[in-house]
């Protein structure tokens, strides 16, 4: 059974930094692809951003390009997602979710992934 953790949300002012950390069991991380995504009440899930299990290929939304870096650290078994420049409308929450090999074009889908973790709130002010 893959366990994810995230943590890392929070409030921040607009401008500002934060960074997520989802902390994945050993059995996971070395076989595994992730991706972040976020939600609002009401929305779909949005796809942010996606690291493939060698860490050598990332995708990002065009919403968060240049400000979002997601990132993976095998000794921590942990994925992170760096968001800077953060605009209100980042307000959502944030999950982030694996599963195995993922065919390229196809990791912005939520419904491929089929572990998740429990999600953590970020709150952008103005």
């Known amino acids: 059974q893959v366990q994810l953790v995230e943590s890392g949300g929070g409030l921040v002012q607009a401008g500002g930094s934060l960074r997520l950390s989802c902390a994945a069991s050993?059995?996971?991380?070395?076989?595994?692809?992730f991706g972040w995504f976020r939600q609002v009440p009401g929305k779909e899930r949005e796809f942010i951003a996606a690291?493939?299990?060698?860490?050598?290929?990332?995708t990002y939304a065009d919403s968060v390009k240049g400000r979002f870096t997601i990132s993976s650290d095998n000794a921590k078994n942990t994925v992170y997602l760096q968001m800077n420049s953060l605009k209100p409308e980042d307000t959502a929450v944030y999950y982030c979710?694996?599963?195995?090999?993922?065919?390229?074009?196809?990791?912005?889908?939520?419904?491929?992934?089929?572990?998740w973790g429990q999600g953590t709130q970020v709150t952008v002010s103005t």
């Open positions: 979710a694996v599963d195995s090999r993922i065919a390229p074009g196809y990791c912005n889908i939520a419904a491929v992934y089929h572990y």
């Open positions: 050993e059995r996971a991380f070395s076989r595994y692809d």
């Open positions: 690291i493939n299990w060698t860490g050598g290929r990332t």
